[in-house]
């Protein structure tokens, strides 16, 4: 694993354009960082301090942190399609498994430099969260900072299952644009399945259920969206705006089961190609 995972990162390194953005997907995520110390006066009337919200307390700093680092997982995303294109326009795939490389190392090569990557962001991102939130937290009891901490597991799973979607899009079409414009295909082919479902059930949570179980939207739903929480934090009584946010085992199974799948599916592609 080792071995393999050492040639993939070497690759990366050596290709310029790789490493920036592999600097650049790490880097980004810190501005939750920034967004924590961001003040706005308000025409010298009052001063907004983000910090001083309570959006950074614990437990509730994981999930928020987790759900906005997430959004910056299209820079790794090009590295994951580039890396395959690359392979092709280079010969450098051709020229691996002359040397020795089989063709379902080379596919563990990729997925070991996606679980390498998708476990750094996680931990940094956990990190981040911890020391912000010994910053602004008003509880720092031991039991209270680890509660909910699934939500970087769940960072972690959404990360690994979407780069692998990158994978498979990437070995399918060769070309880093495609493989990436295949994204937003895929994300209308969803909606597409959510209105079909829409008029056989008749009813919207029919419909969404179904849509739950399609890859990018259950990447999605693994890490719900915290803004209905914070103001469920502010107005406890308004029961319209309540809803579950927590991170539930099956979809984290449900994306799991995705990302077994498209490294599959990535392994068949290559064992039938003609290169």
Same mark, same amino acid.
């Given at each position: 694993m080792l071995r393999l995972l050492k040639l993939e990162l070497q690759k990366l390194w050596l290709n310029k354009t790789s490493r920036i953005l592999i600097i650049i997907s790490f880097i980004l995520p810190f501005t939750v960082l920034v967004l924590s110390s961001i003040k706005i006066n308000f025409f010298g009337l009052f001063t907004l301090e983000l910090g001083e919200l309570g959006i950074f307390n614990f437990p509730i700093i994981w999930h928020i942190t987790t759900f906005f680092a997430s959004?910056?997982? !299209?820079? !790794?995303a090009i590295v994951v399609v580039s890396m395959i294109g690359n392979e092709y326009s280079n010969k450098t795939l051709k020229q691996n498994l002359i040397d020795g490389l089989s063709k379902k190392e080379f596919i563990l090569s990729k997925f070991y430099t996606i679980v390498f990557f998708s476990l750094c962001a996680t931990l940094l991102i956990g990190l981040a969260s911890f020391f912000i939130g010994l910053y602004y937290s008003s509880y720092t009891e031991a039991s209270i900072i680890i509660r909910e901490i699934e939500f970087l597991l769940a960072y972690f799973v959404k990360l690994v299952g979407f780069f692998s979607l990158c994978l498979f899009f990437g070995m399918l079409l060769k070309r880093s644009a495609f493989a990436l414009a295949f994204l937003f295909i895929l994300w209308l082919f969803e909606w597409l399945i959510f209105l079909g479902a829409y008029e056989a059930f008749g009813n919207a949570d029919s419909a969404w259920?179904?849509?739950? !179980?399609?890859p990018l939207?259950?990447?999605y739903k693994l890490i719900d969206e915290p803004g209905r929480r914070i103001m469920m934090t502010k107005f406890p009584d308004n029961k319209d705006i309540m809803y579950d946010y927590a991170v539930h085992w099956y979809e984290i199974a449900i994306v799991m089961g995705w990302s077994a799948l498209f490294i599959f599916l990535s392994y068949r592609l290559l064992k039938k190609r003609d290169l």
């Open positions: 959004y910056f997982k !299209f820079f !790794f259920k179904t849509k739950n !179980f399609l939207e259950s990447m």
